[in-house]
């Protein structure tokens, strides 16, 4: 029997306990939040990330892994050395702020989108010059689903931008991207190497909607997805799970868009793919078992449920819903929230899209 403590208690830490049960994996979760899903979910321990006694029970776990980036780094330094942290601080040091993970991801050779720290408002316009005339500004740590981000097309709304998001950013040029896809990998400490497939990703106002497993992209585009993924997996030692969004340029060119040590959303339609899930992955990687390649096994699409403003979803029709299969976070309806999503498999890749469809019908997804 293995133990594995969970640093952090969201959707995410609920999926991965989930996914420990039939492996008798026993999770132990530290999330301050009582509202935390997993916390709801009844899945295990709640605390502070200062509280001792938490911290002590998850240094007898036998590894420590996460579920977000923005762990306090004092709960980190306590835990890592009494017990393993999956994957190590410095990957998260790396992944937790956009400028620092850009420099990583280029000093491997690894393209990102054109990109410009910005420390004062006098740069503004010289920035702006040099991502083209038009950017996305983004605070350098703590965004998600879009949050933190303004698209701006004069020095005037960047100055602007930067007084509403009064915190250290960065700017980036605009991707004219053709899609967007994703890939997970994952490594063990013994060196193994396993990948997830390329997932296509569809976005609105920077909150993903939808996800389709296999992208639409090229056989060679998936292929240098892998090999992406992997020298940033083998030169940083990753041991756990790293997933990278891509956009992907007319001629199947990939850029890093950004990168998240952990399971991932775009991930979620793994659970009914017939494959083994990423959530999977990652707990074989952070206990060190042998791996192997996560991709799908059948079409399959996820769309995420977002809390409504107007009208619930029709639970009992979603429910009928051939070939569905819905995962819910146990979170108080907010408009715009993520409180779930649906799977949907299908023989074909045709099947998938016409069954997300349906489902995102009765979401009511505008
Ligand atoms: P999450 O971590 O939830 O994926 P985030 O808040 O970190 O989201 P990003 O991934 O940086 O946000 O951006 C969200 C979406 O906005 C992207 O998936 C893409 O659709 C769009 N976007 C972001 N940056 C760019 C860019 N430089 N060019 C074009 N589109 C972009
Ligand atoms: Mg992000
Ligand atoms: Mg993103």
């Not at 605390?47 to 002590?56: C, F, H, R, S």
């Not at 330094?77 to 040091?93: C, D, F, K, S, W």
């Not at 029709?314 to 108080?332: F, N, P, T, V």
Request: hydrophobic fraction near 45%; glycine fraction near 10%; proline fraction near 5%.
């Amino acid at each position: 029997k293995r133990t594995v403590g969970i640093l952090g208690g969201g959707q995410l830490a609920q999926m991965l306990a989930l996914a420990g049960v039939p492996l008798g994996v026993q999770t132990q979760i530290l999330e301050p939040s009582h509202q935390a899903p997993a916390r709801l979910a009844a899945l295990h321990l709640a605390a502070d990330y200062t509280d001792q006694e938490a911290l002590e029970t998850l240094a007898q776990c036998d590894v420590v892994t996460l579920e977000f980036e923005n762990v306090p780094v004092q709960a980190l330094t306590y835990l890592n050395g009494q017990v393993p942290v999956r994957p190590a601080p410095e990957i998260l040091e790396r992944s937790r702020h956009r400028v620092r993970e850009k420099q990583a991801l280029q000093a491997l050779g690894l393209e990102t989108a054109p990109f410009w720290p910005l420390h004062d408002v006098q740069q503004a316009e010289e920035a702006l010059l040099a991502v083209g005339g038009e950017g996305i500004l983004k605070t350098a740590e703590l965004g998600y689903d879009g949050k933190g981000q303004h698209r701006v097309r004069s020095a005037g709304e960047l100055r602007q931008a930067l007084a509403d998001l009064n915190a250290e950013c960065v700017l980036e040029g605009v991707v004219p991207f053709v899609r967007e896809v994703s890939l997970a990998v994952a490594r063990n400490p013994a060196g193994e190497l396993a990948f997830g497939g390329l997932i296509e990703n569809e976005h609105q106002g920077g909150i993903l909607r939808r996800s389709v497993f296999p992208a639409a992209s090229s056989a060679d585009t998936a292929r240098r997805a892998r090999e992406m993924a992997a020298t940033a997996a083998q030169a940083w030692q990753l041991e756990g799970l790293l997933t990278f969004e891509f956009f992907e340029l007319e001629g199947g060119k990939l850029l890093v868009n950004e990168i998240a040590p952990r399971v991932h959303n775009s991930g979620h339609l793994t659970q009914n793919g017939g494959g083994i899930s990423q959530f999977e992955a990652q707990l074989r990687a952070v206990l060190d078992l042998p791996l192997q390649d996560f991709a799908p096994l059948r079409p399959c699409a996820m769309v995420n449920l977002l809390g409504w403003s107007a009208k619930a979803p029709d639970w009992q029709a979603l429910l009928r819903e051939e070939g569905a299969h819905l995962h819910l976070y146990h979170k108080d309806n907010v408009p715009g929230r993520k409180l779930g999503h649906v799977n949907v498999v299908g023989d074909t890749r045709e099947l998938v899209l016409q069954r997300a469809a349906r489902i995102e019908a009765l979401l009511g997804t505008e």
